[in-house]
């Protein structure tokens, strides 16, 4: 165990989903990675499942540190989480997005392989989509990170909002790479649509892959760091 700070607690917050076994895995996540940084863990969402991230950050008696399970930039990492941080019953050092990272492109390399694509072979990336234009630059790079890590081409396709939907990017015999957390009714819609097109393969979602645990706990660390180094220039 390799305690961050004694009083500190470690708050994820993924956006949620209807489906119980989507949530799980940010509960998984959140687990594994408290675990690792030997700090108590508490999962949260946006919406669609308790507990909700304002509710958690409100009720906080200790300080804390949130790492967001998003993926991009968005509506919910601009406004509703930082509106939650300022109404938090205790300080509240809230994190950047999950993505891009490379080490979210190892996970996905690791999920295409298990879905039998062949290494090398065109993938389409199929993101959830965003209204926010920073988040195109965002996808584009996780898709430059993943076409690094895989070893061959990699296109970018959206189901929502801005970008082109897989029925306009998936070619016929494409491996289809979820750029999705979790299970749920994006994850059904991107199998769905990339299957229609023509696509070969579709690999599983990201899930609670060991590769995101080292990623929260990596962001935690440098979260607490850099609140500890603030409030020691104070």
């Known amino acids: ?24 895995v940010a509960r998984e996540l959140t687990s594994l990675a408290g675990e690792v940084l030997g700090v108590p863990a508490t999962a949260s969402y946006v919406e669609l499942s308790e507990p909700l991230f304002a509710s958690v950050v ?11 399970l998003l993926l991009s930039t968005g509506f919910h990492m601009r406004q509703d989480l930082p509106e939650a941080v300022e109404g938090a019953g205790a300080p509240v050092r809230l994190g ?17 392989r298990e879905a039998g694509a062949e290494p090398g072979c065109p993938v ?9 234009a920073e988040a195109l630059p965002q996808l584009a790079e996780a898709a ?13 396709s959206t189901l929502t909002a801005l970008g082109e939907r897989p029925a306009q990017v998936v070619q016929p015999g494409d491996a289809v790479s979820p750029y999705l957390l979790s299970g ?6 991107a199998r769905r649509e990339s299957l229609e097109a023509g696509a070969a393969v579709v690999a599983g979602v990201i899930g609670p892959h060991p590769r995101v645990v080292e990623l929260v706990v990596a962001r935690a660390r440098t ?10 220039s104070v």
């Open 1 to 24: 165990m390799d305690a961050v700070a004694s009083t500190a607690r470690l708050v994820t917050v993924a956006h949620g989903t209807r489906q119980v076994a989507g949530n799980e």
């Open 58 to 68: 409100a009720g906080l008696a200790e300080p804390a540190v949130a790492v967001p």
């Open 96 to 112: 950047r997005p999950l993505g891009p990272d490379p080490l979210l492109a190892a996970a996905q390399a690791d999920r295409l």
């Open 124 to 132: 389409t990336m199929v993101a959830a989509g965003s209204s926010d």
């Open 144 to 156: 430059e990170l993943l076409a690094a890590e895989w070893g061959g081409p990699v296109r970018v």
């Open 184 to 189: 749920g009714y994006f994850a059904d819609r």
């Open 223 to 232: 979260l607490w760091t850099t609140s500890t180094e603030r409030d020691a």
